[in-house]
């Protein structure tokens, strides 16, 4: 279920197949999943559940998926050096430079001005987009919330550690911290930085995938009690 949620498998069209979540066969499309996943994680590519590949899988995560679903080829799209687009590149529309974004109501205040300097690190790095706060939640480009559970939209929480926060390509605009989470702002041990995470969903706000620089933001993988610009 992990691989299929992260872009790595997908049962839907195998025939031999019934009940995924019931089928513990282990056979050439788990085992090519498995690769895949090793391969992208710069792990040993054994194609076997072993302890490393164990160990990166717990590990708290952006919920976004790192790729398209049944891909196992070892070249990402548009792979170019720190970053990647989205598949099919989707982005605001031509002119559109400027975004608006807002908290919803059970955002907590204390954290409203690390993401707003998140924003504004944004701005400075794309030398494009400028950002401002908008009066209300319905009318933002960007709409930023706590929340917990599932939401409906394929990606649910899954409470303390594995997702801590997703949020959707252009022109989406929704961004999702999980409520479950210890959050706080800068190194603390074991909790996430809100900034940090920020400066990661925004970059999937404005239309970045996941890259496969383990020093690039858009990392998919946190540590707790660590911060990352």
Not at 112 to 119: G, S
Not at 140 to 161: E, H, V
């Amino acid at each position: 279920m992990y691989l299929s949620h992260f872009g790595y498998l997908n049962y839907q069209n195998a025939p031999n197949v019934t009940n995924p979540n019931e089928d513990d066969h282990f056979d050439e499309e788990l085992e090519a999943a498995i690769k895949s996943y090793q391969d992208y994680y710069y792990l040993n590519v054994t194609g076997t559940l072993d302890e490393p590949t164990v160990s990166k899988m717990v590990m708290p995560r952006c919920g976004f998926p790192d790729k398209e679903t049944h891909q196992h080829n070892h070249k990402p799209l548009n792979f170019v050096s720190h970053y990647r687009y989205f598949p099919g590149r989707p982005k605001w529309p031509k002119g559109k430079r400027h975004l608006t974004y807002a908290f919803g109501f059970r955002f907590p205040t204390r954290f409203i001005p690390a993401v707003e300097r998140a924003f504004r690190k944004w701005a400075i790095a794309s030398r494009y987009f400028t950002f401002s706060r908008a009066e209300s939640l319905l009318s933002a480009d960007l709409q930023i919330s706590f929340s917990r559970g599932n939401l409906g939209d394929g990606f649910p929480f899954d409470g303390p550690g594995g997702v801590l926060a997703y949020a959707f390509g252009p022109t989406d605009g929704r961004f999702y911290y999980d409520a479950d989470e210890n959050w706080v702002v800068g190194a603390v041990p074991n909790a996430y930085d809100i900034e940090t995470i920020a400066l990661h969903e925004i970059g999937h706000l404005l239309g970045l995938d996941h890259s496969r620089n383990k020093y690039a933001i858009m990392w998919p993988t946190f540590d707790s009690s660590v911060t990352k610009g």
